[in-house]
């Protein structure tokens, strides 16, 4: 792919321009105006940053909208890593809260898949705690940590969802349905002041299995996700007792997300 030097942009555009591949990763291409609804900002403000893309030979233009001209993993470098930065921010956080110091005992901590999530799974597993237990669905977050002996690992079966390598569906429930979680870490492709959402509904069905078992659960999610409200619900704002965020979500959602009672905690890539 060809590799320039993109043009230096905000973390939330860069964020922005994540989102525009993984969803056209998902579909074989799309209209602007539907970009533009899941990630709820102008159709100026898609054709703007789908301009960027296109000139950088990361997408294809269409009439209308565009298509990948390559695949997910050819983000060029500079936006994966502004993305990454936000990710490992939140990460650093979302174990300083899971493990003070001291640290618990023991601690049960249930993963649910994505990128942000196995970002913390990793920052667990440095951490070495012999009382840590993980339970997972994420076939990546279980390969992240497999180095690591110190740590325990329960990882579902279930049906192999190939989008997102997580296994998904009634055998994953009933595993989820029969272990104790202490914390439910738990990303999201959208966070708002009704709770959180992501694009699958199975997926969402299956998440809400392991959020129903936790005793807490914490959401961490990059600003580009908080504002917005995907397809399918996994949790209401009742069940969520913290949000991990970074500096770029959109400060009115966050302020309602307060006012529902969960504490919020954004951190500076």
């Not at 159709?43 to 950088?56: G, I, K, N, Q």
């Not at 936006?79 to 921010?89: D, G, P």
């Not at 023991?106 to 993980?134: E, I, M, N």
């Not at 076939?139 to 279930?158: D, H, K, N």
Request: glycine share 8%.
């Amino acid at each position: 792919m060809y590799d320039p030097a993109i043009p230096e942009v905000g973390q939330k555009r860069a964020r922005r321009m994540s989102q525009i591949i993984e969803l056209l990763a998902s579909a074989d291409g799309l209209a602007s105006r539907e970009i533009a609804a899941a990630l709820g900002v102008s159709p100026a403000t898609v054709r703007r940053d789908l301009a960027v893309l296109a000139d950088h030979q990361v997408l294809a233009r269409t009439h209308g909208g565009a298509r990948l001209a390559g695949t997910p993993s050819e983000i060029p470098p500079r936006l994966r890593a502004q993305a990454e930065a936000a990710k490992t921010a939140i990460a650093k956080a979302a174990v300083h809260l899971l493990l003070p110091t001291p640290p618990p005992q023991s601690l049960v901590v249930g993963l649910l898949g994505g990128t942000t999530t196995a970002a913390v799974a990793q920052a667990l597993a440095v951490r070495g705690h012999k009382g840590l237990r993980l339970v997972t669905n994420s076939l990546p977050i279980a390969q992240l940590v497999i180095p690591y002996p110190a740590l325990r690992i329960v990882l579902a079966g279930g049906m192999l969802r190939p989008e997102s390598l997580e296994m998904v569906g009634a055998i994953t429930e009933r595993t989820f349905n029969s272990v104790n979680i202490d914390v439910a870490v738990v990303g999201a492709d959208g966070v708002t002041e009704a709770g959180i959402t992501t694009h699958n509904e199975t997926e969402a069905r299956t998440n809400a299995a392991l959020i129903n078992r936790a005793r807490k659960v914490v959401v961490v999610a990059d600003g580009s996700k908080v504002g917005r409200t995907t397809m399918a619900d996994m949790a209401g704002l009742d069940q969520i007792h913290t949000l991990i965020t970074d500096q770029t979500a959109d400060p009115r959602t966050l302020a309602a997300i307060r006012q529902a009672g969960v504490a919020v905690k954004q951190v500076h890539p």
